[in-house]
């Protein structure tokens, strides 16, 4: 199930906190104002441990924690348990670790969330990293499948095992949504507002556009964290949405 949302825009943006310490990542979390979401990834979490979770929700924020666990079902149970004691809302998830271990991921959370008296997360499975280039995927993992085909077919074993949603690029969200309607979530990296830089993002699309396409959530970490001014470029990205 995909987490609840309110109409309002700053619910479908979530800022990836890359690239920073812990007091940095505090300290900008507080400087946006009206932000709801952020995201943590290995970076920030190997440096500043599972404090960092509870410290963002101590402030009143919601935590997708981008770990993209991938182990046999006991550990990826383990993980998800405690991703979920720590208040993470959305967590991500390997498809390709395969329908068991996904279901025992999904129930973990479920137990580790009530447990801990928290929100119930919503798991997220990754299908092929974007990293991949489709023959070098097929050659290195021996595989037949197209690009295409290998996504949606990890998205429908995903879907099957009672995953929330999935993590997407902007250019595989029209597709998805067709295959796999709502309350099932997409959340689309790669994300520029109008004005922004590319940097090292190569597809990319602006954010009304890829709600559009079906996304259900964006995540936008560089045009708000490196900008001159991040409060105003998360009203900027909050404004492109709301029109
Ligand atoms: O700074 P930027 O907006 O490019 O950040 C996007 C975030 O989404 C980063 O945390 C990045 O690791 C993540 N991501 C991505 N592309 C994917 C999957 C995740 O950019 N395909």
């Known amino acids: ?114 447990s801990a008296g928290r929100r119930k997360p919503t798991l997220l499975a990754v299908t092929v990293l974007t990293s991949w280039e489709e023959w070098r995927m097929q050659r290195e993992l021996a595989l037949t499948q197209c690009m295409d085909e290998r996504v949606s077919s990890l998205a429908q074993l995903a879907e099957a095992a009672g995953i929330g949603g999935c993590v997407c690029s902007p250019l595989e969200v029209a597709s998805l949504r067709a295959e796999h309607v709502e309350p099932f979530a997409l959340v689309t990296p790669g994300i520029r507002p109008a004005g922004s830089v590319s940097a090292d993002q190569a597809r990319v699309m602006g954010p009304a556009e890829a709600m559009a396409a079906g996304s259900s959530q964006l995540v936008i970490g560089r045009p708000i964290t490196k900008a001159a001014d991040p409060n105003a470029a998360f009203a900027h990205c909050c404004q492109e949405l709301a029109a």
């Open 1 to 114: 199930m995909a987490p609840l949302l309110s109409a309002d825009p700053a619910d479908r943006i979530i800022v990836a906190l890359d690239g920073m310490s812990l007091e940095r990542a505090m300290a900008l979390s507080r400087q946006v104002k009206g932000l709801r979401w952020v995201k943590v990834g290995l970076e920030l979490f190997v440096q500043a441990g599972p404090e960092v979770v509870t410290q963002l929700c101590d402030q009143g924020l919601r935590v997708f924690l981008d770990l993209k666990f991938h182990d046999i079902p006991a550990t990826m149970a383990g993980a998800c348990r405690r991703a979920s004691a720590l208040g993470a809302e959305l967590i991500t998830v390997h498809a390709c670790a395969g329908s068991v271990a996904l279901q025992a991921a999904q129930d973990a959370v479920s137990e580790g969330a009530e």
